[in-house]
């Protein structure tokens, strides 16, 4: 009976240590997923700040070109109606879960981009605004936050990778389907970027 009572309790107690390391896998996966899902909204947040700089010197640029080169009306009006459709989004954390609105957003970025690119090659014809002491300064701003823009954006893109591959893995995928938590998007190439751009004079 002894003996009995012993192997029933070995039992139990070897289903219960299961159970137990069980749940605790659970929790510190869990935990694991808020980690790298804070990550991403982190990252997230980095890009978001540095639109917003881009934003905010667009204003000056466009004022300071404007001066000079008043009959290149329509790249002005472009950059302006590109900021304008920017300013017009808005961006809230659900955007992350949302691929549409994430396309949407990314597409209004690269755009409000393109009609930056434009608006510098035009001031090439102007050597007196390439002189500009202001415009100089604005140039160099908008050139660095490009290229802190394109670093956050590859950050955000290896955190949601990190994010991504932990939710999809098996057997987290598991505990990641039953607690709501979905693939987030990646910033990807404007269409068109794997060509290289004509040159031609």
């Known amino acids: 009976m002894n003996r009995t009572l012993a192997i029933t309790l070995g039992v139990i107690g070897g289903f219960l240590l299961i159970v ?8 510190s996966t869990y935990n694991k997923m808020i980690t790298a899902e804070e990550g991403v909204k982190s990252a997230w947040g980095q890009v978001e700040n540095q639109y917003q700089r881009r934003y905010d010197l667009i204003p000056n640029l466009v004022e300071t070109v404007k001066g000079f080169a008043k009959q290149e009306r329509e790249v002005l009006e472009n950059v302006t109606n590109a900021r304008a459709s920017v300013g017009q989004l808005k961006v809230t954390p659900e955007i992350l879960n949302d691929p549409q609105a994430f396309s949407k957003f990314q597409q209004a970025q690269d ?24 415009f100089l300064t604005l140039q160099s701003q908008l050139e660095g936050t490009e290229n802190r823009i394109s670093v ?7 955190a949601v990778q990190s994010y991504n591959t932990m939710i999809r893995r098996f057997p987290a995928s598991s505990i990641a389907s039953m607690s709501g938590f979905k693939e987030k998007a990646y910033f990807t190439a404007v269409a068109g970027a794997e060509q290289a751009p004509q040159v031609k004079f």
């Open 20 to 27: 137990v390391l069980a749940v605790v896998w659970g929790i």
């Open 111 to 134: 755009g409000l981009g393109a009609a930056l690119s434009r608006l510098l090659v035009v001031t090439e014809n102007y050597p007196t605004l390439r002189s500009n002491e202001n």
């Open 152 to 158: 956050e954006r590859r950050r955000f893109n290896e």
